[in-house]
């Protein structure tokens, strides 16, 4: 949960909401909208589009300290490439009146807005990626990388420079040069992945001579009034050949006296196969590189921000007090809750709608759809279609909305359709909100997938929200509230997998459960468990199970595990499940039950025995719970049935975020 022990405001969050001298720059507190691709708002030329500035204006409103643009590359050869998101074509200057446009908005509000440089190197796969050196173990298998050519090199530096003088023509208060996350200048500064033999190659001062190139180069072109900052990596996290925190420290100081306004800290290498360090999920604590900024601070006068999955204005306001940070990079809080910053400055930590941090809109968003997207904040990418919200907007034709069913769907359809100023009444058969995400927070290293249902109860009760615990909705209760809108949100329920588990009637002492009989019910197991389904509920209840000391088997028709689970996610689950013992099994056509309790597996390889299983947890197939939808259609009422009521199977479906995006746009169009 998060840490709400300084409610009070700026009074209290002293260090999170003090100024700070950045070079000839001041900005007013320490909290840092940092550089974030989401994939929308810019067109196939790269030219930014009004959702780029309606997205960042909603931000900007709530005045954090700074707010730096997504990674923008500088030459044609740095580009993300054909398959990855689209990104700002700063080499070209037809991209000005946008970004004159985009810069000119926000700084409507009283923010420090800056440009991010960037030569994108690896990340250009599939297409032919420049870098440091070829890198063999890419090449053989089938990527095209090969090394950057001396003349290169000049020409990038000087497209720094001119992508530097353009991002201030337009107005950027400041720039940022991004030299890590595997991207081209990390490719100079990290030894596995320079295997140049001339002078911008081996021993350190080589390696880092191309960096202090394009930062003099840069500095050179806008003069000393505008800050050139650093981004760079604490750690590649690639293993030996590494660029690594030693190195760091050596560099640092030779950063600052070339006139580096600020050094921020991250770590990992999309391009390296280490996102998971860069974008971190829940298993991860707040402020997990933190370590890096406070090795950093020992060595340089100038400002460190760092990065590293801090979510909580409490938690980063310790950060700067204990001396770790300057500044706090608190970009996906700022997704989740465009607000933040305000709310926290007035002291309503309450009232943040905090980051999950399970992955699944922002990065995986753009993995699998390349554009972002937030669990908690549908609005995220659509401000410019939504424009500014205000509550109350439909009052002149207030409804009576019922809403039955208290899981996040549910909770997000009456929170939005009470914001627009319907009547509305939610109703759920349990006696506590939270369906499946509040079980789902039981699960180890999970606690906070359900930070958001204490942020829901209290907006609820604020727009008045009238909640009906503990209470079943049938036809009489439709009846006697008289609906103008019905919204079914009751979620689903488990069922054996008749198809997948046979020989039921063989069973004698062998104990089957459903998933929401173990979790809801706390009931026990025995010592050796089978559970039937690997997607994101099976391998947690399996890492649940585990915990307890079972020996765990998990198994999955289908030939992925946790398919519903952000990557990031789903690394470090896969993680605790091997250093658990939990055993996975995947495409496997039928789990048999012969008599005397034996199990056996059936794949297209064969069978396979498992021996002494005691307990099967049914964690796989799962119907739609909408026998009141026809109810009501019945009634002539106008039906929304949203959440896993309305499937669980499909793509995108059967997710918490699927779930409160629903739910928000039936709220929104009731």
């Known amino acids: ?105 926000v700084h409507q509000f009283d923010v420090k807005f800056g440009a991010q440089l960037n030569h994108y190197g690896l990340a250009r796969m599939p297409e032919e990626a420049v870098a440091a050196s070829p890198v063999a173990s890419y090449n053989a298998i089938g990527m095209n990388t090969r090394a950057a050519t001396r003349d290169e090199i000049k020409e990038f530096i000087a497209a720094f ?82 660029w690594n925190m030693i190195e760091v420290c050596l560099v640092a100081p030779i950063l600052e006296k070339a006139g580096a306004a600020y050094i921020s800290m991250s770590a990992g290498a999309s391009s390296f196969g280490t996102l998971r360090a860069t974008i971190m999920p829940m298993y991860e604590k707040q402020g997990a590189l933190a370590h890096f900024g406070e090795e950093v601070k020992k060595l340089v006068s100038i400002p460190v921000a760092i990065v590293g999955r801090i979510k909580d204005p409490v938690v980063a306001d310790r950060l700067i007090a204990e001396g770790k940070a300057d500044l706090t990079v608190m970009s996906r809080a700022q997704l989740a809750d465009p607000e933040m910053v305000e709310k926290a400055r007035r002291g309503e930590l309450a009232d943040i709608r905090y980051c999950l941090a399970d992955c699944l809109g922002c990065i995986e968003g753009i993995l699998r759809y390349t554009e972002a997207s937030c669990t908690v904040n549908a609005r995220l990418g659509r401000e410019y279609l939504l424009k500014d919200e205000v509550p109350g907007e439909k009052t002149s034709a207030s409804k009576k909305v019922l809403v039955v069913g208290g ?81 079914i949100s009751t979620g689903s329920l488990p069922e054996v997998p008749l198809g997948f588990l046979e020989g039921l009637g063989n069973i004698q002492e062998i104990e089957l459960l459903l998933i929401d009989e173990l979790v809801e019910d706390r009931q026990l197991t025995g010592d050796n468990v089978l559970v039937l389904g690997g997607d994101q509920v099976g391998l947690q209840i399996a890492d649940y199970l585990a915990e307890q000391g079972k020996q765990v088997t998990v198994v999955e028709r289908g030939s992925h595990f946790g398919s519903k689970l952000a990557t990031c996610d789903r690394y470090y689950l896969t993680g605790r499940l091997i250093d658990k013992g939990v055993k996975r099994l995947k495409g496997i056509e039928k789990v048999e039950i012969l008599p005397v309790d034996e199990v056996w597996l059936n794949t297209a390889g064969g069978r396979q025995h498992l021996p002494g299983i005691e307990t099967i947890v049914l964690a796989c197939d799962r119907r739609p719970n909408i026998f009141l939808a026809e109810i009501a259609e019945k009634k002539g ?30 709220g929104r169009q009731v």
């Open 637 to 666: 009422i106008p039906v929304h049935i949203i959440g896993d009521a309305s499937g669980v199977a499909g793509e995108g479906q059967g997710t918490m975020m699927a779930a409160i995006h629903a739910g928000y746009d039936a």
């Open 161 to 242: 420079a001119d992508a530097a003088e353009r991002s201030v023509s337009v107005g950027f208060d400041f720039l940022e040069i991004h030299a890590g996350h595997g991207y081209f200048i990390n490719t100079f500064l990290t030894p596995l992945y320079n295997q140049r033999t001339d002078e911008y190659g081996g021993p350190f001062q080589n390696r880092i001579r191309f960096l202090l190139e394009v930062l003099q180069a840069v500095k050179a072109r806008v003069g000393p009034s505008i800050p050139v900052g650093v981004r760079m990596n604490g750690d590649d996290y690639i293993g030996e050949g590494a």
């Open 1 to 105: 949960m998060p840490v709400t022990d300084a409610e009070g405001g700026d009074l209290k969050l002293k260090h999170l909401f003090q100024p700070l001298k950045i070079g000839a720059m001041e900005v007013n507190n320490r909290i840092v909208m940092s550089a974030m691709d989401p994939g929308f708002g810019i067109e196939d030329d790269g030219t930014v589009t009004p959702q780029m500035t309606a997205y960042l204006v909603e931000r900007a409103r709530s005045l954090p300290g700074m707010i730096i643009t997504g990674a923008m590359p500088v030459h044609p050869l740095g580009s993300a490439g054909s398959s990855a998101v689209k990104t700002v074509h700063l080499w070209k200057e037809s991209v000005v009146p946008g970004l004159k446009e985009m810069v000119g908005a």
């Open 407 to 487: 899981g996040v769907a549910g909770l997000e359809a009456a929170r939005r359709a009470a914001f627009a100023g319907h009547r509305v009444l939610l109703c759920e058969s349990r006696g506590w909100l939270g369906g499946q995400v509040k079980l789902a927070a039981t699960m180890p290293g999970r606690e906070e997938i359900g930070d958001c249902l204490p942020w829901f109860e209290r907006q609820l009760n604020r727009l008045g929200v009238e909640v009906h615990l503990n209470t079943p909705v049938d036809a009489s209760f439709i009846d006697d509230f008289g609906p103008d809108a019905v919204i």
